[in-house]
Each structure stands twice: as C-alpha cells, then as structure tokens.
C-alpha cells in the first residue's frame, strides 16, 4: 500500500481532494498526547519520525462515539477505523499505511479497532499564484480568498493518498473518494482542489 506507480498520469486538479474530518454534529475528536511540540504528530503522520510504541490517543471532544475517521485536535493528522482501513488496503491505494493506535473514549475506556493515517506520497508545495482570487462575504466585510489548491503537476508522485512535507494537508485521487463512499464511512469531508478556497496567507516580504 506504500508503492506508487511513477507512470500515473496526472489527473487534473478537479479530480483530487482535500481529505478532512467532517465540521458538523460536533464528532468524536481524539488527542494524541507529545513530548515535544505538535510538529513531532504531523512528522509521525507524515511517516517522517518513527512513533513510539505503542502509539495512544484519547478523547479530546465533541460526541462519545467514534466515528470511521477521527481528526486529532492537536493536529491535522486523522485515525481511521478498521473498515475504512480495510477497505483501502482492498482497492489497493497507494501512498499510506495504517500505524496501529492505542485509543481510549471519553469515559477513558478502550476503543480497539483504530489506526494512524501515515502518508508516505508526496507533491511539491502549493503555488499561491495560479489560484483565483475571488471576493466572499464575510461577517464583518468582504475579504479576498484563493480558490483552488494548486501544485505542479510534475511533482507528484502518482500515489492515492500524498501530502506536502510540513505541511497538513492529506489530498487524495477519486479512487479513494469512491471507496470512501461507498462504504458510507462516518465523519468524512472530500473538497475539490479546484474548488477549495482559504484566506492567503500574508507576504514575507509586505
């Protein structure tokens, strides 16, 4: 499930996305407790630093029943249950692997069946300048965001699941969407990179 053909052709940009937990019904979230700083989540879910053994995560918020795919509230890395990472490895995604993680719930009892999404594929760093500005209406004003999430194409490595390194963003092909889709998994966000749209963030140089 770690591999990737280098000979997968590029996609487009309409046909990848932005994976996240989901932002509604308030959903079990999970903290997984460091030594250091938050970095050291983001390099372990990165598949950069090996994590200690084993690996734990406990109830931070939100519901008391876990759902197919926990966001960590320290980080942007996400856990996903045994189906969802069953399911992957069947349709032979590339570009993760599943790191086993001890879980506890709200009332500190076991939760078995979890792991840590580790993203071993990777892409080149998102380029401000070929997203569209576009003006939203905002409580207070109106204010300028960039849509779309842009890379080179030629940096990608043609895997399923990939990132940017140190960055947290966890984008995946249509072929991950549509398991995930079909398997109705609990608490999952798909956006468009073509369609997604962030505040910019301000110029070194201003």
């Not at 590029?10 to 046909?15: A, L, T």
């Not at 960590?72 to 995604?93: F, I, P």
């Amino acid at each position: 499930m770690d591999s990737a053909s280098d000979s997968s052709p590029f996609p487009g940009f309409e046909h990848l996305y932005d994976l996240n937990c989901g932002i509604s019904d308030r959903p079990f979230r999970a903290l997984i407790p460091v030594q250091n700083d938050r970095m050291e989540i983001l390099r372990i879910s990165h598949a950069e630093l090996a994590p200690p053994h084993p690996l734990r995560a406990e109830w931070a918020m939100g519901s008391s029943r876990p759902s197919d795919v926990i966001g960590d509230s320290g980080s942007n890395s996400l856990l996903l249950s045994q189906r969802v990472t069953t399911a992957l490895e069947h349709a032979g995604v590339t570009g993760w692997r599943p790191f086993p993680i001890s879980l506890t719930g709200r009332k500190g009892e076991p939760i078995t069946g979890y792991f840590l999404l580790q993203i071993t594929g990777r892409c080149g760093p998102i380029n401000d300048s070929l997203s569209e500005v576009v003006q939203r209406a905002m409580p207070a004003r109106v204010r300028p965001l960039l849509k779309g999430l842009y890379f080179d194409p030629k940096t990608w490595d043609g895997s399923d699941v990939f990132t940017i390194d140190h960055k947290g963003y966890i984008f995946v092909t249509e072929k991950v969407g549509r398991v995930l889709l079909k398997l109705r998994a609990s608490n999952v966000r798909l956006e468009r990179l073509s369609e997604s749209e962030r505040i910019p963030w301000p110029r070194k140089d201003a």
